[in-house]
């Protein structure tokens, strides 16, 4: 059973403002303080997505192999905040974990934009080989924020292939989205793909895309299917086209200090429940992806390949653009690489 611990904390979410119980059980003194707690883990997704589905069940997983000391509450939905706000909440500790976007990690330090190039990963598995069996570099840079932000990336959780979607018709070369307006995440790089891909970007949180594509504020964007499915993006933006400029990223990043103070023996089963949640999460994204392209076309949504050819010298000048250290480019090579 979770033992409930006062006082109550409050977290400062205007948009929320919700009261976000603590909670703790005892455990062994190596390590960390023997302290425990049911962990709040901020999400952008719905209860449906595989991102929930696996984080849920990390979280159970997660209470029961430390005998309740440890666990995971998955409050979905940006019911925390968005990504942004998510990401300053688990800073100052008001949030304990949070999934946030390659996007969102870039702006604190830019190595991440390493992983965000287009075609830096090939495929799913090939993402998944880099960033959850990590290399000396990509270890060091998920570290990197700890001393300057308070937060630790315990690893990532794949987008899949991201493509472009319209409200007005399939695109087949960037001529086609000439004039068009581009909901992107907040950051340069994303700004710049839309930009290679034809379309003037818009940056925008994305909790407000569907209201932007419906009232004509843009009249583009880019996911993967299964977002463009289960936040019935379809219903609003009906031409999905094969652009695939992007294996997207997002990461799982947890309070610095909340990590360190577990024991030696509930990090291990923390870092077990880790990797069991991102194989299983990997395994419901294939599937995902399907059952999300079969709904959506049931919805009136059509799916259309692209000239390839068209968008890669553009999408291959953005790699070059945006890698401006050493470090950018060892972190590159080395993921196309495979580590």
């Not at 891909?197 to 569907?210: D, K, N, Q, R, W």
């Not at 880019?222 to 933006?237: D, G, I, L, P, W």
């Not at 990461?251 to 509930?266: A, F, G, P, Q, R």
Request: proline share 2%.
């Amino acid at each position: 059973m979770r033992m409930k611990k006062t006082p109550i904390l409050v977290a400062g979410i205007a948009s929320a403002g919700l009261l976000l119980g603590a909670c703790s059980g005892g455990g062994s003194s190596d390590g960390g303080d023997g302290s425990g707690s049911t962990m709040r883990l901020a999400l952008n997704q719905t209860e449906e997505h595989p991102s929930y589905i696996a984080l849920d069940n990390f979280g159970q997983a997660l209470e029961e192999s430390t005998d309740g000391r440890w666990g995971i509450d998955v409050f979905p939905n940006e019911t925390l905040g968005a990504q942004a706000e998510a990401l300053q909440l688990v800073s100052d500790g008001s949030v304990d974990m949070a999934v946030v976007s390659g996007a969102q990690l870039e702006n604190l330090n830019a190595d991440f934009t390493a992983y965000n190039l287009p075609k830096v990963f090939t495929d799913i598995d090939h993402q998944m080989q880099v960033i959850n069996n990590p290399g000396e570099l990509t270890s060091e840079l998920f570290a990197s924020l700890e001393e300057s932000n308070n937060l630790t990336v315990i690893g990532g959780l794949t987008q899949g292939s991201r493509s472009v979607y319209t409200t007005f018709g399939a695109v087949e070369s960037p001529a086609d989205l000439a004039g068009k307006k581009m909901r992107v995440q907040e950051s340069d790089l994303n700004v710049a793909i839309a930009e290679a891909l034809g379309a003037a970007a818009t940056p925008m949180a994305y909790g407000e895309l569907y209201t932007g594509l419906q009232s004509g504020v843009v009249d583009a964007a880019e996911n993967n299917e299964v977002s463009y499915f289960t936040q019935k993006h379809f219903e609003v933006a009906p031409y999905f086209s094969y652009t695939n400029h992007v294996v997207g990223l997002d990461y799982v990043i947890i309070n610095t200090d909340k990590l360190e103070s577990m024991t030696d023996e509930d990090r291990a089963a923390f870092d077990e429940g880790w990797a069991a949640a991102w194989a299983e999460h990997t395994e419901l994204w294939t599937q995902a992806t399907q059952d999300a392209i079969d709904g959506a076309t049931a919805g009136g949504a059509t799916f259309t390949e692209v000239d390839d050819a068209a968008f890669s010298d553009a999408l291959a000048a953005v790699a070059e653009e945006f890698i401006k250290t050493d470090n950018q480019q060892a972190l590159y090579d080395n993921a196309r690489e495979g580590q």
